[in-house]
């Protein structure tokens, strides 16, 4: 049975830095799509950051600001955040496929952030970001 575990949120001024850490038990790492989600009161989830094997995938609103990386030696999934706005304040959710997730357009492909792609999902991690 795959577990993911979400942590590192916290409440924290603009313009700080947050890491999150996600924690995998019963998933192989490697090359399958994982991924970072957020929801914010009153909208749907939305796909914030994604990597399939060394390809990575940005929200346009993060672009610049966060990093999504894994260590498949310890099976945990990051996302590194800074300069941090009140709008990314939102539950954050990890969530891993069973194999790679890409869209392709443009002769290019993307690691997917489309929610329909993911397999598995964390029970999130808050980040309340305050001006």
């Known amino acids: 049975q795959v577990q993911l575990v979400e942590s590192g949120g916290g409440s924290v001024q603009a313009g700080e830095s947050l890491r999150l850490s996600c924690v995998a038990s019963g998933y192989t790492f490697g090359r399958s799509s994982m991924g970072w989600f957020r929801q914010a009161p009153g909208t749907e989830r939305e796909g914030v950051a994604s990597i399939t094997g060394g390809s990575t995938s940005y929200a346009d609103s993060v672009k610049g600001r966060f990093t999504i990386s894994r260590d498949n030696s310890k099976n945990i999934l990051y996302l590194q955040m800074n300069s941090l706005k009140p709008e990314d304040t939102a539950m954050y959710y990890c969530?891993?496929?069973?194999?790679?997730?890409?869209?392709?357009?443009?002769?290019?492909?993307?690691?997917?952030?489309?929610?329909?792609?993911?397999?598995?999902w964390g029970q999130g991690t808050q980040v309340t970001v305050s001006s």
């Open positions: 969530a891993a496929a069973d194999g790679l997730r890409t869209n392709c357009r443009g002769g290019q492909c993307f690691s997917s952030l489309k929610e329909i792609d993911f397999d598995h």
